[in-house]
C-alpha cells in the first residue's frame, strides 16, 4: 500500500481492485505528466506495471485484437513501406556505390531491431525488403514463445497473412496471398534472434545485447505502453538513441496520440496519452533529427474515443547524442 498526500492506492490482488487501482493509478500519473513523480511512488508503479505484463499480457488475444486495428495497422505498414522504398532506399544505394559494393551484398550488412515487437513480427515486413539480420525484443516470455512458434512454422502460430497481403500490395506483388506468404517468408528468413528487452531498465536489451548497435530500430505501440510519464519516456527515446543507434541510424516510433489504455479480454493495460509535442520533444531531447512525421486521425466512428491519432515518426541520429 503507498499512501500519498491525499490518496492511498493498494496494490491489490483481485482482477475487480486491480482495475480499480489501475484507474486511479493513471488519473495520478496524467495530473503528474510534465512534473517529477515522487520518485518511491513511481518506482511501486512500475514494479506493478512489469508485474502485469509479466503476468497477465495475454499474447494470443492480443493477436486477435491486432485483427480490430487494421486501418491503424495498415497505416504503419504503408509508412514503413514509404520510408523503406523512398528515403532509406535511396540513402543505402548511394552508400554502397560510395564503397563501390554491389547493393545486394551491401545490404547484408545492414542490421534492424523491433523494439517490444509483442507476438508478432508484422512491423518488420516492410524493412526485411532491405535488412537481412533482425533482432525481434519483447519484455514478456509469452511473446518470444509465441514469435518462436511463429519462426518455426508452427501450427498454432498465430497467421499474420492478412497484415502481409498489405505490404504484398504496397510492393506490388501480383497475387496478394503468394505475395503475402514470401514476404512472410522473407521475414522469417531474416529474423536472426529473439530476446528479451526492457525499456525502462538502464540498459534496455539484456546480456549480450547490450553493445548491439543498430541502423534501423522500429517500436510500434509500445512506449506509450511501458512509460506511464513523460519523463520515463523522453528517458527511453534517450536511450535508443545512445545505446542502440549507429552513428547515421534511424529510429522510427509507431504510436497513438492521445490514448490511456487498451484491453486484452478483461485485462486493460495503461498507456501514456502521448501528443505530438511530447513525441518531438523526446526526439530532440534524444538528440535525433526529425526526417518526417505522419498522421491518420482517429475516425470516432470505427474507434471511438480509444485514441486521437495514429503516427509514425522517422528520426536520425546526426549529432552526438546529448549526455
Ligand atoms: C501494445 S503492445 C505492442 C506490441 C507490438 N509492437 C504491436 O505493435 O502490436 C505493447 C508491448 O510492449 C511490451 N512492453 C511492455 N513493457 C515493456 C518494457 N518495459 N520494455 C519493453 N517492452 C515492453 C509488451 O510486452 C507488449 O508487447
Redesign the pocket.
Known sequence: MVRTANKTVRFGSSPQSLERNSLKRQKQLRSHIGIPIDPVEKFKVYVE??RR?REE?NAVL?QQL?REFTSVHRFFLECLHDFFNGHYAKLQQAEAKKYRYPDVEYFDHLKML???????A??SLSGSQFIRNIVM????HA?LIELNKWRNDMADAFDISFLAKVVAALENKGNMLDGGYEIIRRTKDAVSKTCR?????PF?LQESQNDARFDVVV????LE??CLDVPTYENAVWKIAQQMLKPGAFFIQ?GLTGTTG?TIGQTT?DCLPLSDDIVTKAIDNAGLKTISFHHLRNQSHLYGDRFESAFVIVAQRVLPIPT
Open positions: 506495471l512489469r505484463y499480457f492480443y491486432m523491433d523494439l517490444g515487437c509483442g507476438p508478432t508484422y512491423a525484443a519483447d519484455f514478456t511473446n528487452c526492457d525499456v525502462t531498465a534496455i517500436s510500434s505501440t509500445c505502453a511501458a509507431c487498451y493495460f
